[in-house]
C-alpha cells in the first residue's frame, strides 16, 4: 500500500513559481512510477507530468512543456512538480498518483494507469 500526500499549493501571480512536493509513504516508492494530473473546476481531470522508477524518464502534457519539471528524490520517497512561468489557466487541484508495482508507465498520460492517489493541493494562478 502506498499513501500520497501533496504539499506546496498556494496563490501565486502569473509568472510566478510553486513547487509542489508528493510525500509517498511505502517501502515500494523508489521502484515505481509516478505522475501528477490536475483538474480545474467543471473540467476534466488532465495529464500534467511522468516520471518513471529512476527519474531518467519524463513526460509532460503540452500546455505545460517548457514551464514544468518533474523531479524525483527517492531517498526522501518524494517526487517533485516545480512549476514555472505559472499562468491563470495552471489553476486546479494538482493531483499526485503512482502505479503500484510498474517502474514506468507506456501510458503515462492515462489517469487509469494509476494505482493510488493523493488528496490533491490547490493552486491558484491570479492574473
Known amino acids: 500500500q502506498v499513501q500520497l500526500v501533496e504539499s506546496g499549493g498556494g496563490l501565486v501571480q502569473a509568472g510566478g513559481s510553486l513547487r509542489l512536493s508528493c510525500a509517498a509513504s511505502?517501502?515500494?516508492?523508489?521502484?515505481?512510477?509516478m505522475g501528477w494530473f490536475r483538474q480545474a473546476p467543471g473540467k476534466e481531470r488532465e495529464f500534467v507530468a511522468f516520471?518513471?522508477?529512476?527519474?531518467?524518464?519524463?513526460g509532460y502534457g503540452d500546455s505545460v512543456k517548457g514551464r514544468f519539471t518533474i523531479l524525483r528524490d527517492n531517498a526522501r520517497n518524494t517526487v517533485y512538480l516545480q512549476m514555472n512561468s505559472l499562468k491563470p489557466e495552471d489553476t486546479a487541484v494538482y493531483y499526485c498518483?503512482?502505479?503500484?508495482?510498474?517502474?514506468?508507465?507506456?501510458?503515462?498520460?492515462?489517469?487509469?494507469?494509476?494505482?493510488?492517489w493523493g488528496q490533491g493541493t490547490q493552486v491558484t494562478v491570479s492574473s
Open positions: 498518483a503512482a502505479d503500484r508495482t510498474s517502474g514506468s508507465i507506456s501510458h503515462y498520460d492515462d489517469q487509469n494507469e494509476y494505482d493510488y
Open positions: 511505502g517501502r515500494l516508492f523508489s521502484s515505481v512510477a
Open positions: 516520471i518513471d522508477w529512476s527519474g531518467r524518464d519524463t
